[in-house]
């Protein structure tokens, strides 16, 4: 068998099946531990196997809408999966026309990279056009050969402009966070101008009176029949979390400022909306 219909083997009879049964175990060692996963946007990826793992055995109800699959080989390299999805119009945010489109890298039999697109057209314009993946490159991460997106980012930190620094560590604790640090301009100063909070790997940095925006809107939904996604001034950001309903009781009992319950969105996620009291929206989020 050649290496192009293993790797037409690999998705069809490996990638799809596990995808179908929601079994992890029947695709977990032909990922790489290394794996990428990119999403749509840049912000929906899954960066390693644990990570595409547990997004194969979450499912969702838009894979339970595919009506028909494609499965084409590229090169020596990649397969292109597309799925239809008739009546699917939006996808974690992300319009679509009733389809999705996965190209899959391949080395020796294992996957080591997947970018996922809207269009058939687009997503063989990156195949044909990003640089072919070998285990053989020097210096380099299988999962990253085919990428052709822009420079490395090494991270990411948003900003939010607030009214009062120490305020706003209070606030953040009550959702679980932890102070990151505070730092002065001058000692003499009363408080301090910047600082960060964290949880894990993630951090938000905080800057008072600059770097943005901010206001609260006098709206109390930000989603739904009355909802108001325009009133709040600050910023909206997702946070992704594996317990969507026990950091939403840790909220209500802190007693902030829930402006959305938790509900399941049509688009695969169960999130639900908190508020600074700088008009900073806060989606806490996790895939279905």
Do not use: Y
Not at 172 to 189: N, Q
Not at 215 to 232: L, M, R, W
């Amino acid at each position: 068998m050649t290496r192009t219909a293993q790797n037409l083997d690999l998705i069809l009879f490996g990638w799809v099946d596990a995808l179908r049964r929601r079994d992890p175990d029947l695709i977990a060692d032909r990922l790489a531990p290394d794996i990428v996963w990119q999403g749509l946007r840049r912000d929906l990826v899954c960066p390693n196997r644990a990570a595409v793992l547990h997004n194969i055995a979450a499912g969702g109800p838009v894979r339970e809408r595919v009506t028909g699959i494609e499965v084409a080989a590229v090169d020596d390299h990649r397969v292109l999966l597309g799925v239809q999805l008739p009546g699917v119009t939006e996808f974690f945010g992300e319009t679509l026309e009733g389809e999705m489109f996965d190209v899959f890298t391949i080395n020796e039999g294992v996957i080591v990279r997947i970018d996922e697109f809207k269009a058939r057209d687009d997503a063989l314009a990156f195949a044909r056009s990003s640089p072919p993946s070998s285990p053989a490159t020097d210096g380099q991460n299988a999962n990253e050969a085919p990428v052709s997106r822009g420079p490395r980012v090494e991270r990411v930190v948003p900003i939010l402009n607030v009214s009062d620094i120490h305020a706003s560590f209070g606030w953040f604790e009550k959702l679980g966070w932890d102070k990151g640090f505070e730092w002065k301009a001058d000692a003499s100063d009363d408080a301090p101008g910047f600082g960060a909070v964290e949880t894990g790997s993630c951090e938000i940095f905080l800057c008072r009176d600059g770097q943005g925006s901010r206001g609260k809107g006098a709206n109390h939904s930000t989603f739904g029949p009355d909802g108001d996604e325009t009133s709040d001034k600050g910023v909206w950001m997702s946070i992704w979390v594996g317990d969507v309903d026990t950091i939403h009781q840790r909220c209500v009992s802190e007693g902030l400022d829930i402006t959305h319950p938790p509900t399941d969105e049509p688009w695969g996620v169960r999130e639900f909306h908190v508020r600074h009291p700088d008009g900073h929206v806060f989606r806490i989020s996790t895939n279905l």
